[in-house]
């Protein structure tokens, strides 16, 4: 049984700093994809940024390219996603998804975390 859990959100102040992990277990992530989505209050699910294992490949949202980060280790089951320069808009649920196909949608996704609460706020 396939199981994500994220860890590191909490409350930051505007142009600060935060480092989300997802561990899974179940699964191998070698032949995943997986990615970080976020949700807020009354808005849609919406990517951020995804990493594809096999491939190498990594994809980003225009909103964070340049201040996210998406990184993995292998030998932890665990992927990151290192987040500077955050600001209110970054305000959300943040989800962890895994698939083993090729696309960084929400609807792609064949399991996902509980999520983890990031709030930026001064």
């Known amino acids: 049984q396939v199981k994500l859990v994220e860890s590191g959100g909490g409350l930051v102040q505007p142009v600060g700093s935060l480092t989300l992990s997802c561990t899974a277990s179940g699964v191998i992530v070698d032949y995943y994809l997986m990615g970080w989505f976020r949700q807020a209050p009354g808005k849609e699910r919406e990517a951020v940024s995804c990493?594809?294992?096999?491939?190498?490949?990594?994809v980003y949202a225009d909103s964070v390219k340049g201040r996210f980060t998406i990184s993995r280790d292998n030998a932890k089951n665990t992927i990151y996603l290192r987040m500077n320069s955050l600001n209110s808009e970054d305000t959300a649920d943040y989800y962890c998804g895994i698939t083993y196909g090729e696309s960084c949608v929400p609807g792609g996704m064949d399991n996902w975390g509980k999520g983890t609460l990031v709030t930026v706020s001064s």
């Open positions: 990493f594809s294992t096999p491939t190498g490949r990594k």
